[in-house]
């Protein structure tokens, strides 16, 4: 079956850098793009932008260029985020979620979650 | 960015109908998908391309719409049905509702 399983929860300090992984398994993982979403505490879902995984080619949305990178190991299924020089308002959930097609793209299969905690 | 609005909250009984609404600032034809998350858990897709059922989710569960104002239907009501739902459309860069919270009385 499908599956997305993420690494797990992270405590950081301000101007740390953390990596958090998305390893995918039960489908061919280059023929679907792969997103990441935030979600601060108690708050709603915010789209981070999105990776090619066939070519490797990322995208970022407005809110997260500059400290977010999104990355692969195509070899392994895995794909990563990091997130350098962590502020406070970094602390949040960030979840990958996979891009199906029917029309419209829509995330069919999300990973469980990764909670980032940004504290001194 | 297309904003999408959804009422805060809502109340219901088991065995009752809901209605969750979402609009969006500007038309987006059926670009709109839903999904529930439960306290804890990841988002979990219900509903594509605004009326299509996902695969393995009960047919309680309905959406209609297009253009700006879209609705999930869900009928009858659950106790399990208790969560957050969200709408989110992909017409253009992906935004996501801030989600109606659903309790049962």
């Known amino acids: 079956q499908i599956q997305l399983v993420q690494s797990g929860p992270e405590l950081k300090k301000p101007g740390e850098s953390v990596k958090i992984s998305c390893k995918a398994s039960g489908y061919t993982f280059t023929d679907y793009a792969m997103h990441w979403v935030k979600q601060a505490p108690g708050k709603g879902l915010k789209w981070m932008g999105w990776i090619n995984t066939y070519t490797g080619k990322p995208t970022y949305a407005d809110d997260f260029k500059g400290r977010f990178v999104f990355s692969l190991e195509a070899s392994a299924s895995t794909a990563n985020l990091q997130i350098s020089n962590l502020k406070n308002e970094d602390t949040a959930t960030y979840f990958c979620?996979?891009?199906?097609?029917?029309?419209?793209?829509?995330?069919?299969?999300w990973g469980q979650g990764v909670m980032v905690t940004v504290s001194s | 960015d297309t904003v999408l609005t959804q009422s805060p909250a809502l109340a219901v009984s088991p065995g009752e109908r809901v209605t969750i609404s979402c609009r969006a600032s500007?038309?987006?034809?059926?670009?709109m998908h839903w999904y529930q998350q439960k306290p804890g858990q990841q988002p979990k897709l219900l509903i594509y391309?605004?009326?299509n059922l996902e695969s393995g989710v009960p047919a309680r569960f309905s959406g209609s719409g297009s253009g700006t104002d879209f609705t999930l239907t869900i009928d009858p009501v659950e106790a399990d049905d208790t969560a957050t739902y969200f709408c989110q459309q992909s017409w253009n860069d992906p935004t996501f509702g801030g989600g109606t919270k659903l309790e049962l009385k």
């Open positions: 391309g605004a009326s």
């Open positions: 979620a996979r891009r199906e097609y029917y029309g419209y793209y829509y995330f069919d299969y």
């Open positions: 500007e038309s987006v034809s059926t670009g």
